[in-house]
């Protein structure tokens, strides 16, 4: 059983610097694993799985100095960035097959900065 809460939250200075800070990274993951993706599809190359894709773009992106920032906030955000972006292809292919009830999926499309529609997501163990 999975449990679903949605909260309203009135972050003070120093919580809404940390909330953008973890709504960038999470973007900046999910676009980074997209653009991957539609780069090994127009290759004819595989899809890159989830695990290399965690390790390729979190777990050695800490580690350059470009993508540093990437370890200031909880991990678990940015793995569960990678995970919706799988839910978001496996919705796209069911639809394509009729696996999926209602209507046609899109393809996933990068998250813009623009967008005020921010989320992300934590697990149980988050910090």
């Not at 906030?73 to 696996?99: E, H, M, P, W």
């Amino acid at each position: 059983m999975q449990l679903r809460y949605a909260f309203r939250v009135y972050p003070n200075a120093d919580q809404r610097t940390a909330l953008a800070r973890a709504f960038g990274c999470s973007r900046v993951v999910y676009n980074d694993a997209l653009r991957a993706r539609e780069t090994a599809r127009a290759e004819g190359e595989a899809f890159p799985k989830t695990g290399e894709l965690s390790t390729r773009l979190i777990t050695q992106a800490k580690r350059t100095e470009e993508r540093s920032w990437l370890g200031e906030v909880c991990s678990v955000i940015l793995q569960q960035s990678l995970r919706d972006l799988d839910t978001a292809y496996r919705n796209f292919f069911d639809s394509l097959k009729g696996k999926r009830k209602g209507p046609k999926a899109g393809r996933p499309r990068f998250k813009s900065r623009k967008d005020h529609r921010q989320s992300i997501r934590f697990t149980a163990n988050a910090r």
